[in-house]
């Protein structure tokens, strides 16, 4: 199952994809092993979208 996907938007200047990444809300797995381990991982980073 996707994570993050990513929705183009356009083209900018000088070619670049425009877009936006975002969380489907799906938390994976491997989160809580990472917890474990001592890796901390925000719940909010699967919450979210980041525009490029």
Same mark, same amino acid.
Do not use: C, M, W
């Given at each position: 199952? /996707? @994570?993050?996907?990513?929705?183009?938007? +356009? @083209? #900018? !200047? #000088?070619?670049?994809?425009?877009?936006?990444?975002?969380?489907? +809300? @799906?938390?994976?797995?491997? !989160?809580e092993?990472?917890?474990?381990?001592?890796? !901390?991982?925000? !719940?909010?980073?699967? /919450?979210?979208?980041?525009?490029?």
């Amino acid at each position: 199952q /996707d @994570i993050f996907l990513f929705e183009k938007r +356009g @083209i #900018g !200047a #000088g070619g670049r994809v425009l877009g936006r990444f975002y969380a489907t +809300g @799906i938390r994976p797995k491997f !989160a809580e092993k990472l917890k474990v381990s001592g890796i !901390a991982v925000p !719940a909010s980073l699967f /919450d979210h979208s980041q525009e490029v």
